[in-house]
């Protein structure tokens, strides 16, 4: 009897520091998970967008991609095919904006410079800080990357690099 109870007192703080480090760990990898997802979305938003830049169904002159910084990406397209690529206060605006901020990649419609407040955060701020947003461009490949972490676990990051062939070109085109 006093053996079992020996062996009991023995084994019962071991396993209660297995299943910890074990609830631990499998947290960590769910944090990871999710930071994962958050990039997928972050850079999937981007790729979207930058390969409609430039679109035009009609008469539109001027670029459709504008890096001003390394961390703010301007882009317009012809959202809805009527030839034309509605300025900046129009409330259909084809002109977008990308920048980071504060650790937040944020967006804004209507916007012609990366200034300015009313801009919407892509990534949800209470769990994840954007440290890093790059841009560069090479003829018609668009390069952007970003790095992430956890507020929740600081050590837990996640690089995100992409490199995005633009599908519509910089030139006046007729539809």
């Not at 053996?3 to 297995?18: E, H, K, M």
């Not at 760990?25 to 998970?33: E, G, T």
């Not at 958050?38 to 035009?56: H, M, N, P, T, V």
């Not at 008469?59 to 030839?83: A, F, H, K, M």
Request: charged share 20%; net charge positive; hydrophobic share 40%.
């Amino acid at each position: 009897m006093l053996v079992a109870l020996l062996l009991l007192a023995i084994l019962f703080p071991i396993a209660g520091r297995f299943l910890s480090s074990m609830t631990t760990n499998n947290l960590r990898q769910a944090m990871l998970a999710q930071l994962h997802d958050e990039g997928y979305y972050l850079a999937f938003s981007l790729e979207k967008a930058i390969r409609r830049a430039g679109y035009c169904h009609g008469r539109c002159v001027g670029s459709g991609v504008l890096l001003n910084t390394p961390q703010c990406l301007l882009i317009r397209w012809d959202e809805n095919s009527n030839g034309r690529w509605e300025p900046p206060s129009s409330p259909n605006s084809d002109y977008y904006g990308y920048r980071l901020r504060d650790g937040n990649l944020e967006t804004q419609r209507g916007v012609n410079d990366c200034n300015g407040s009313g801009w919407e955060k892509m990534n949800d701020p209470h769990n994840v800080r954007i440290s890093a947003f790059n841009l560069a461009a090479t003829g018609e490949v668009l390069r952007f990357s970003f790095r992430m972490h956890s507020l929740r676990w600081p050590a837990l990051d996640v690089r995100v690099e992409r490199w995005v062939a633009r599908e519509n070109s910089d030139v006046t085109t007729n539809g």
